[in-house]
């Protein structure tokens, strides 16, 4: 059976219809999810065997793991599914991974195959640097960036309000709108400028008293070069990235 281990590449690609159907990841989980997205390439046509030490995971996501923490994240990411809403009779389940193991410190895993369509092959998705996503702590921040860069093209999203706690599945003490902004919208919003290639911002819509949405603006972030020509040489593997008259 082909295996594959993780890579340098900190590049991952996500689906976004994925991104807006309903599946919640903590820090934990999302790290070592999003660090398995950067070993997928986009000619790849089906998942692998993904085969890496404790060492190694540790290295890519800068997070120490216990034996006991690691199969604790691994049977929780073993549970968790994917759901997508169409409307209010059709909907989809998926499972997220088939199985883990731990042998020899050695830990090998496989993405379930219902997820191929928003892994594999894709004609439109969400680029993400993982370098951008481990350093933000929250799960919200986390989730309220894909959200957004989905829509960077476009300049803003708008929200309900509602309709967003309840994507994010927040408890009932952040039901709350003040509680809601205090700690999921101001902190995404200083989360997502201070890590990612996003700048963003966000207005209230309230039509009367309560605030009902909110609209972000969306802009990029300044990048430094090095960032840009890494994104540029995952993207185009192996191919000319210039012309000249020498190169004829």
């Known amino acids: ?8 590449r900190n590049y991952f690609r996500q689906s976004g219809a994925l991104l807006n159907g309903r599946l919640t990841l903590n820090k934990s989980e999302s790290d070592i999810v999003y660090a398995l997205l950067t070993v997928i390439t986009k000619e790849d046509e089906d998942f692998k065997d993904y085969k890496f030490t404790k060492s190694e995971l540790e290295r890519k996501i800068g997070v120490k793991l216990d034996t006991d923490q690691l199969r604790k994240t691994a049977r929780s990411l073993m549970s968790k599914v994917a759901e997508l809403k169409y409307n209010k009779e059709d909907w989809e389940i998926f499972s997220l991974f088939s199985y883990f193991s731990y042998k020899n410190s050695v830990i090998t895993c496989r993405f379930d195959k219902a997820m191929k369509p928003f892994y594999l092959q894709l004609q439109q998705y969400v680029l993400a640097d993982l370098r951008h996503i481990l350093p933000i702590k929250s799960e919200y921040s986390r989730e309220m960036y894909f959200l957004l860069k989905e829509r960077a093209k476009f300049g803003s999203r708008t929200f309900d309000v509602e309709e967003l706690m309840t994507h994010l599945k927040v408890p009932k003490s952040l039901l709350n709108y003040a509680d809601f902004k205090r700690k999921v919208l101001n902190q995404a ?8 290639d996003l700048k963003v911002d ?29 994104l540029i040489r995952e993207q185009h593997t192996n191919e000319l990235l ?3 008259k020498d190169n004829r």
């Open 1 to 8: 059976m082909e295996q594959t281990s993780l890579t340098e």
């Open 189 to 196: 919003k200083n989360d997502i400028i201070k890590y990612t």
């Open 202 to 230: 966000f207005e209230e819509i309230k039509p009367i008293r309560k605030v009902t949405g909110v609209t972000f603006t969306i802009k990029k972030n300044d990048q430094d070069l090095k960032s840009f020509i890494e």
């Open 242 to 244: 210039f012309y000249s």
